[in-house]
């Protein structure tokens, strides 16, 4: 079994940057991918950012330049670093894990939410 928990959301200004942090915990050897999706109400979830083991990383095009994913193998930790926060980036914010490239575990989420 596999826990996922984020942290770093929050309330922020339009333009403002967060760091949302995801730290995986129990049968971690399990874990290939990590990543982010979000969820915006009335709107299905969609990817954010992906994360394999190797370092190789898939992103939303629309959020590529943005957002950038990174990783810490030794801590099990990924990152999302949001740069330049728009109105329409407010969603929860889910970290994901797989044991090979698809995604079976999840985090309770967490809220980002920007103001204009």
């Known amino acids: 079994q596999v826990q996922l928990v984020e942290s770093g959301g929050g309330l922020v200004q339009a333009g403002g940057s967060l760091r949302l942090s995801c730290a995986a915990s129990g049968s971690v050897f399990r874990i290939n991918v990590m990543g982010w999706f979000r969820q915006a109400p009335g709107k299905q979830r969609e990817l954010v950012a992906g994360s394999a083991r190797s370092g190789t990383t898939n992103y939303a095009e629309s959020l590529k330049g943005r957002f950038t994913i990174s990783r810490d193998n030794a801590k099990n930790t990924v990152y999302l670093q949001m740069n330049s926060l728009k109105p329409e980036d407010t969603a929860v914010y889910y970290c994901?894990?797989?044991?090979?490239?698809?995604?079976?575990?999840w985090g309770q989420g967490t809220q980002v939410t920007v103001s204009s």
């Open positions: 994901a894990a797989g044991a090979t490239s698809s995604y079976h575990y």
